[in-house]
């Protein structure tokens, strides 16, 4: 199991997602089961701490805007 997909079912990760590397980018939404896009709004959000993108994912943030389209 990959790094992301470990820290991606966590509840309290605290790993942090590199956006400045596009390939950590896709294998984070991936595991997060979202899109790239929902990803970067998330992290403009919260900050690139995995913890809080999946609360603010979880919280109808971005991903509740996908769900609409």
Do not use: C, P
């Not at 997909?5 to 590397?21: G, L, R, W």
């Not at 950590?24 to 979202?34: E, F, N, Y």
């Amino acid at each position: 199991m990959s790094l992301e997909n470990q820290a991606a079912q966590s509840s309290a990760s605290q790993e942090e997602i590199n956006v400045d590397d596009r390939a950590a980018v896709q294998r984070w939404s991936k595991a997060l089961g979202t899109t790239d896009e929902a990803l970067m709004g998330a992290v403009q959000a919260v900050g690139t701490r995995v913890d809080k993108i999946k609360d603010y994912l979880g919280a109808g943030g971005m991903a509740g805007d996908q769900e609409d389209a």
